[in-house]
């Protein structure tokens, strides 16, 4: 059975503009049946999982890329995260005044946006989003033009069902005519409306928007939900707190229990395992 929940890449033959289109379906109802979200809180969380993998899919090593937002609004924290291979994971933390909020500010209020880019191998990179704009799709277009000097323009729409999203970029390099075609496409794409793009297939959707352009669609990569905690890491968590902090914790509780705020796996760990972490064997 075909994937619900697609990623692909298409380019504007012998030209400089390239995009990408996704469209989030089951994992999408996954992550978003992980808390109470109200209809306005999962619709931008679900923008943000759409943003995260159209960013990801501009990097060229293995790791993930992250959407991450603070605010002093209502939403609390979003949080948008996809691996180079296409695996996605997401969460907010929100009171009750965010039912009544339905725009993006209104929402965050006064906070900070960011994108952390992790390789597997190599330094973490955090780069700031401005908030200027009215839109979180808005806010990463500027991020792209300040900070990768790279012209980008995002649609990101979300509903109680699924979330999908088009991405165009002007690669370095353009001529005359790629510039031309950059402004052709972009009209086009503006004309797109959320239905079009949470219930059409790619090919239909780049045929209706795109038909008098050659464009070349490569092949459909499956997307998922899933997770990257593990025991292990939560380990490595525990060993960042600190050895005294965790022999407080035990005095105190008899045993360590940590929930991963992504899918609520549940792990727990004992003197003998808080043991093993810090001396290396475990003591009886």
Not at 241 to 256: F, K, P
Not at 261 to 284: E, K, M, P, S, V
């Amino acid at each position: 059975m075909a994937s619900r929940d697609q990623f692909q890449r298409f380019i504007f033959e012998h030209s400089q503009v390239r995009g990408a289109w996704v469209r989030l379906a089951d994992s999408y109802q996954e992550i978003g049946s992980q808390a109470p979200y109200p209809d306005t809180v999962r619709e931008l969380l679900g923008e943000a999982l759409v943003a995260s993998i159209l960013m990801s899919s501009t990097l060229k090593f293995e790791g993930t890329l992250s959407v991450q937002a603070q605010g002093e609004g209502p939403l609390r924290t979003l949080m948008a995260e996809c691996s180079h291979d296409r695996h996605i994971r997401g969460l907010a933390r929100f009171d009750e005044h965010a039912v009544s909020e339905d725009s993006f500010h209104n929402l965050l209020g006064e906070g900070r946006m960011a994108i952390t880019i992790t390789p597997n191998r190599g330094n973490r990179y955090q780069g700031v989003v401005p908030r200027d704009q009215e839109t979180l799709g808005g806010c990463l277009e500027e991020y792209f033009e300040r900070s990768e000097q790279i012209p980008t323009s995002l649609f990101l729409f979300a509903d109680e069902n699924g979330a999908a999203g088009l991405m165009l970029q002007r690669l370095p390099g353009a001529s005359e005519e790629d510039e031309d075609l950059w402004d052709r496409v972009n009209h086009l794409a503006r004309t797109v409306e959320a239905v079009e793009l949470l219930e059409l297939d790619s090919e239909t959707l780049l045929h209706r928007l795109f038909h008098e352009e050659t464009v070349r669609l490569f092949d459909a990569e499956p997307v998922a939900f899933r997770c990257s905690c593990s025991r292990e890491r939560t380990l490595g968590a525990l060993e960042a707190i600190g050895r005294e902090e965790c022999y407080s914790i035990l005095e105190e509780q008899g045993s360590i229990e940590m929930d991963c705020q992504f899918c609520h796996a549940h792990y727990r760990f004992d003197r003998n395992d808080i043991d093993h972490l810090f001396t290396g064997h475990t003591l009886h």
